[in-house]
């Protein structure tokens, strides 16, 4: 589904943020990526969804080289993958409703299928009984779920998530760490990135662990550190 | 196909949507690219009436050739063959010497001095020559020069010649103005337009997310500026055309002889070229304020 090989990024400034990954994700995984602040796990991401291209290696999506996508293409493989972000990037003004719409309206869906579609993505998280509320009027974890929602219109193979849980308080973290286990149940491919230690010692998944742009350690049903 | 068109009309919507929101911001951009265009206006009125005295002019360019006395009508009618045929003459007309004589009197008026003139007629038959363009002259002129029975040859080759470098100077300088011009709107375009489009950064972000492509990121923006184009240039097109109108009914009585194009005759070019500059400013703008956004 995923894979990295021999993966380095160099900023334009000059930085390192990620040194010689390589990495195979499987369909159906859940993987956290951990890893101290500035050790490249949203970089990765990034590298997956095509905002950044590796200086070195091949990033392969669904079997395809990102990073020679052409530019028309690009828009494709957003279809295709859905990212959700510490900051929900939702529209303010609008619906929760209209903001899944959003992402199907924008592509080109026909307009009779819009409605309904959104609000299936919405009922997947729990939140079409909240459908006509703007941003401002949901909590943090509600906000997280529709863009979830939005994420999820596209019924994408592969859901990323940079830090879903980095604004909520602990209750709204667990259900968003929950709704993120059930849409990999469900078949979905989920990455996140955290650094909520007490989530990812419970819920025991795959741990690849980012030390300095480097994978200092990718381990089944792991912890989120290696025990001392 | 029903998608498509569906998404054209959301495109319109959003593009005056926009228009209506930013209101303030628009009405400062639509102002500033109907400034520009005026200017661009004024090169375009400046230039057509300039192209409109150097035609003028040109036709006007005649030069005169002398007979010797005493040719044969089968002679002088050889003669304005030969110089039918030179490169770059429009017309050749015999002045017989009593025609010539009644053209002097009637610039001169009946006088005293003119009857005693009239009784010896001094003026010798000539040809009136027209050229096609008034850079041809000096060629014509040498050519007529050397034609059987032509014994001198005069036009106002000081005149012409500096009618000639004018006109191409002023050409130059009405396209450079032009060009300038349309840069400076470029740049105001794009600086208004990239704060409309900085209001909607975070839906364009979005839109790149969750795949839109380009071009229909980019559409509502373009209708934006080329409406925008079309506003100023309609509002610049109006004014020219009136403040021409009545600067070319002044000029009439004050200056007759200056030949200015009508405002009606200007009205069609000058309107289709803002409109189509004012349009062409904005999607161009438009165009380059988002780019600096789409990170693809
Ligand atoms: N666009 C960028 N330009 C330059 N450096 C960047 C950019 N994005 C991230 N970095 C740098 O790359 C390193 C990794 O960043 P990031 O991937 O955001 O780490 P994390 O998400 O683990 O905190 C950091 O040192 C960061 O400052
Ligand atoms: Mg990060």
Redesign the interface.
Known sequence: MVQLQRVSKIYPSGLTALTDISLRIDRGEFVFVVGPTGSGKSTLLKLLYRAELPTHGRVLVYGRDVGRLRAGTVAGLRRTLGVVFQDFKLLPQRTALENVAFALRVTGTPTSELIPRALQALDRVGLAHRREAVPAELSGGEQQRVSIARALVHDPPLLLADEPTGNLDPDSSWGIMQLLSRINLRGTTVIVTTHNKAIVDVLRQRVVQLADGRVARDQRQGLYAVPV | M???S??FR?FLREGEASFRRNGLMTVAAVTTVTVALLTVGFAIAGGLNLSHLAATLNTQVEIVAFLRDGMRPAEVTRTQTAIAEITGVAAVHFVSRAEALARLERRLGASPAFADLAKHNPLPDSFDVRVRDARLTGAVAGALQGQPGVEDVTYAAQVVDRLVAVTRVMRLMALLLTVALSAVAVIVVTNTLRLTVIARW??I??????????W??RWPFLIEGMLQGLVAAVAAGTVLLLLYALAAARLRTGLPFLPMVPAIDLAAPLLIAMIGCGVALGAAGSFVAVRRFL??
């Not at chain 2, 972000?205 to 795949?211: C, D, N, R, S, T």
């Open positions: 029903l998608s498509r569906s998404a959301q975070r839906e972000e979005i839109m790149e997310l969750v795949g839109a492509t380009r229909f990121i990170s693809t």
